[in-house]
């Protein structure tokens, strides 16, 4: 079964810790998405890589930042967690290509971050 | 104006009834559409995945776009408890492109 494994599902955290969202995906995809999913506001394109060291700001980038060093892994990190970055994250990964399957993001379970 | 329109409900419906979900967009390049569905507390996991307009059948889910509307629908037949989520749509320009998404339908579906 192919998976996008999210490594943590809950954090609570301080205001002002730096914060490491780990994404690792089991399908040789190119493409990956870190997402945030708040009430009211649906899913918000935070960053997103096309290959390895390769990053596109997406549209609410600000106060995070990305790592893809190799290409199964996708990082996001906060800097200086903030008390309205509280939110369920969500990281994401597609394959290139056309046809059948394009850009079908196959999702992790999410990991919900409290910043207190 | 948003790129997609998606009424969040919530929808509450009687077990066996048929659910109609609904999405309307603004850009007309749009070429793939998709629905996902949520559970609470998991990632969204694709449903139903369509190219350019027309319909594609399911089991019970039936997913319809309408290009010339810029609308896409999504029925559930025999709807059941099982069927409770919330069900997002998301589409995109072409290969390589980032999805937009809908904000997301709640929909309960009551024994």
């Known amino acids: 079964d192919v998976k996008v494994t999210q490594s943590s599902r809950y954090l609570v955290k301080r205001t002002g810790e730096k914060v490491f969202l780990e994404c690792v995906q089991d399908?040789?995809?190119?493409?990956m998405f870190w997402y945030r999913q708040d009430p009211g506001l649906g899913l918000r394109l935070i960053y997103f890589s096309y290959d390895v060291k390769m990053k596109e700001k997406g549209d609410i980038p600000e106060g995070y930042s990305v790592s893809r060093e190799k290409k199964e892994r996708f990082s996001l990190i906060l800097e200086s967690a903030s008390t309205n970055q509280t939110s369920m994250y969500l990281c994401?990964?597609?394959?290139?290509?056309?046809?059948?399957?394009?850009?079908?993001?196959?999702f992790g379970a999410g990991s919900r971050l409290t910043v207190l | 104006q948003k790129e997609v329109e998606q009424d969040p409900g919530p929808l509450s419906v009687p077990e066996g009834a048929i659910v109609s979900l609904n999405c309307t967009y603004s850009n007309s390049a749009f070429q793939y559409f998709m629905w996902y569905r949520q559970y609470s507390r998991k990632g969204p996991e694709l449903l139903m995945y369509t190219y350019s307009s027309g319909n594609k059948e399911d089991g019970r889910f039936t997913a319809q776009v309408d290009k010339s509307s810029k609308y896409i629908s999504l029925f559930i037949r025999d709807s059941q408890p099982s069927d409770s989520a919330t069900y997002l749509c998301?589409?995109?320009?072409?290969?390589?492109?980032?999805?937009?998404f809908g904000k997301g339908t709640s929909l309960l579906v009551t024994p």
């Open positions: 399908m040789d995809h190119e493409n």
């Open positions: 994401a990964s597609s394959s290139t290509g056309t046809g059948a399957g394009a850009n079908v993001l196959t």
């Open positions: 998301a589409m995109s320009l072409s290969s390589g492109y980032a999805l937009n």
